[in-house]
């Protein structure tokens, strides 16, 4: 039976976080594992948001790491801040990040109490940095996480399974298959 206090957040489906060698592997499975998740909420009528990270060309939304790299990213305008290609999003609420959280800066927590929910369902890139630390904040604005584990990419496997698995223990988080995942939003 599907919960209806859930939304479907997916994090960062753009070109700009698929450039590296590790993750182009990953773009046609996350495209078609995100469709399909996105499809299953749709019949189920769970609300989609989808949280693309974009950043100010004058370094003003960089982070710690970007300014001392002197590299920024993800500017406005870009071929980067485009989702992937045959991404079935379009009808999601749309925000912006300049952080890992889709949490911080942003009115995701407002907007997921708008809309009743109670769990969030996370996917996109990656399981070590943006998936990690919105589940984390997640559990700090009292969401229930359920992390869609074939609709989540990870450049650091060795470490961004392992940090998810954690968080589930810890914050009693749960990682879902797609078979979980398909009772879970079975109306």
Not at 82 to 104: M, N, P, V
Not at 120 to 145: K, M, P, Q
Request: some cysteine; proline content about 4%; glycine content about 6%.
């Amino acid at each position: 039976m599907t919960e209806l206090s859930t939304a479907v957040v997916f994090i960062d489906l753009q070109e700009g976080f698929f450039e590296d060698p590790s993750s182009r592997d990953n773009r046609e499975l996350m495209v078609a594992e995100s469709n399909r998740l996105a499809g299953l909420a749709r019949q189920a009528g769970i609300p989609l948001f989808v949280v693309s990270t974009v950043h100010a060309r004058d370094k003003s939304t960089w982070t710690l790491k970007m300014l001392e790299d002197d590299q920024g990213f993800n500017f406005p305008g870009t071929p980067q801040v485009q989702l992937l290609d045959g991404l079935d999003l379009e009808a999601a609420t749309h925000l912006e990040k300049i952080r890992d959280s889709a949490f911080h800066g942003t009115s995701l927590a407002q907007r997921l109490r708008t809309v009743g929910a109670r769990t969030v369902i996370l996917a996109g890139v990656t399981a070590e940095s943006c998936i990690a630390a919105t589940g984390r904040d997640a559990f700090a604005h009292d969401f229930r996480v359920v992390y869609a584990r074939e609709a989540i990419a990870s450049s650091a496997a060795e470490t961004g399974w392992p940090l998810l698995e954690g968080l589930c223990d810890t914050l009693r988080q749960r990682i879902l298959n797609r078979p979980d995942l398909e009772r879970l939003l079975t109306p």
